[in-house]
């Protein structure tokens, strides 16, 4: 059975660090994953990134699974339906028929939207998803009846916490069983909040991060970081630099975003024609 290192990171209760992916293509998603060894996870971000759900997002999964051998980073995605919608369930079920070790659903602001993604997440009992995909169980490389034994306990169910509302619920939503991440060792149906700092900023009528949140963002953070490590929960963040990683690693959180496929590949041309033209 392939790896799944975010699941893996998150047990040790060490940071999970990774990287968010927002263009398609097979040999992109799989340049991007075998970049280090110490990256967990990727987000495959259907959301703001340009990858189709279908059937880009598939082939990203694949190779992003296959990239190393025993199997790549943990591939995540972000589905483009937001918690105030009635459509995330049938992209819930795309992503995970995809092969995706997780979902990362945007704008998630109540205790019953986050139910509501928990069940479309889970196979019955514990769930309503269905089982019909003849590609999923062949990305993690098992069976199909492996597959369906192990799901309920594998895949990680991830909500945004982005606006005022959800800050307001989000001891609410932190109790929905299956959107909280316990720090046991047996990780069944417990998953992760993930503050989304751009949306948080906007909805709390300030400016979005540059590169660090305004003061009173950073407090409404804090806030969301504490609650969930007082009930025994992790928690996830964005960030786009390795300094603001590490910096939000030494402060507790528990999955973090490091930078993004276009941040990376930007920086570093901007870097290398700096050093050959002499002005850096």
């Not at 990134?49 to 296959?66: D, K, T």
């Not at 005022?164 to 046991?184: F, M, Q, R, W, Y």
């Not at 305004?214 to 928690?235: D, F, M, R, T, Y």
């Amino acid at each position: 059975m392939a790896l799944h290192p975010l699941k893996q990171a998150l047990k040790s209760n060490k940071p999970a660090f990774g990287a968010w992916l927002t263009l398609p293509g097979t040999f992109h998603a799989r340049t991007v994953a075998k970049s280090s060894s110490d990256l967990s996870w990727i987000a495959v971000d259907c959301e703001h990134g340009l990858i189709p759900l279908l059937p880009a997002a598939a082939e990203s999964i694949a190779a992003i699974e296959g990239a190393r051998p025993g199997g790549g980073p943990s591939a995540i995605v972000r589905i483009p339906a937001t918690g105030v919608t009635n459509s995330s369930s049938w992209q819930i079920k795309y992503a995970l028929d995809g092969g995706a070790r997780g979902v990362i659903v945007p704008l998630v602001s109540t205790a019953a939207k986050a139910r509501e993604i928990v069940a479309d997440s889970r196979f019955p009992p514990l769930g309503r998803r269905g089982f019909g995909s003849p590609f999923t169980h062949e990305t993690w490389g098992i069976t199909t009846s492996d597959y369906i034994a192990s799901a309920n306990d594998s895949i990680l169910v991830m909500i945004q916490i982005e606006n005022k509302e959800a800050v307001d619920n989000v001891s609410e939503i932190a109790k929905v069983d299956g959107v909280e991440l316990t720090v046991a060792v047996k990780l069944s149906n417990k998953d992760v909040l993930f503050i989304g700092p751009y949306d948080l900023s906007i909805s709390l009528g300030y400016p979005t991060p540059n590169p660090d949140p305004h003061p009173n963002v950073e407090q409404v953070i804090q806030k969301i970081l504490h609650a969930a490590h007082a009930s025994g929960k992790k928690c996830a963040i964005y960030c786009t630099s390795g300094k603001q990683a590490a910096l939000r690693a030494q402060e507790g959180f528990d999955m973090i975003n490091v930078t993004s496929d276009m941040g990376a590949m930007s920086e570093a041309i901007a870097q290398h024609i700096a050093v050959a033209s002499g002005t850096k």
